[in-house]
């Protein structure tokens, strides 16, 4: 069972490179997230999908941007990467948005992204 | 002030003891909260929601105390394997799923 499965797992980039993380979810969800993960910090949404053709800003969208290329993908771009965007980053899906309704939310296994 | 805050350990306990964990919230108009169970370099995943009536399941139990605004999460008999992070998770019943920064859990043999 696939679930929701990210690419790549291990990235060092230079200040200023680009690069795109990928995302795909085999289990038809509706919606799909992208988040941080920082040393003694909780999760932090960057930005999410509720359907597809849809795109919404999380807490911490600056410096980032994002594709809902179909109801099975979502790619997150960094354009010109820092280094405080480096950081453990988890793509994750889930039936709705509606978490009082039982929509559990599947993560990825995570990217660890390095900006030197 | 964290809108989520947890303890952050770690709690160092042997095989076999009760343990138990808080987390507290600022948001008094949160409806929906859940414990999350993080390994070491994995992702979160769902341990349990936590109902206003308190929920069991197996060796893990969740309270709920709105009044106080805090969740806990006890657990009975620990074993190795229960050794991980535990994320407290806490939203108004949107997308917006609030995270604590997580208690770490070392079971020792």
């Known amino acids: 069972n696939a679930g929701v499965t990210q690419t790549p797992k291990f990235q060092v980039l230079k200040t200023g490179q680009s690069m795109t993380l990928q995302c795909a979810q085999d289990m038809n969800h509706n919606s799909m997230y992208w988040y941080r993960q920082d040393p003694g910090m909780g999760l932090r949404l960057i930005y999410y999908s509720a359907s597809e053709g849809t795109t919404d800003k999380g807490e911490v969208p600056n410096g980032y941007n994002v594709s809902r290329l179909n109801k099975r993908e979502f790619s997150l771009r960094l354009e010109s990467a820092a280094p405080s965007q480096t950081s453990v980053y988890f793509c994750?899906?889930?039936?709705?948005?509606?978490?009082?309704?039982?929509?559990?939310?599947?993560f990825g296994e995570g990217s660890w992204l390095t900006v030197v | 002030r964290k809108e989520v805050e947890q303890d952050p350990g770690p709690f160092n306990v042997p095989e076999g003891a009760t343990v138990a964990f808080n987390c507290t919230y600022s948001?008094?108009?949160?409806?929906?909260f859940f414990w999350y169970r993080q390994d070491c370099r994995k992702e979160p995943k769902l341990l349990m929601s936590v109902y206003s009536s308190g929920n069991e399941d197996g060796r893990f139990t969740a309270q709920l105390n709105r009044a106080s605004q805090y969740i806990s999460l006890l657990i009975r008999d620990s074993k190795l394997s229960d050794s991980a992070t535990y994320l407290c998770v806490v939203s108004n019943g949107s997308y917006k799923l609030i995270f604590g920064s997580g208690t770490r859990l070392l079971v020792r043999p």
């Open positions: 948001n008094s108009a949160s409806q929906s």
């Open positions: 994750a899906s889930s039936e709705g948005l509606d978490s009082s309704s039982g929509n559990t939310i599947y």
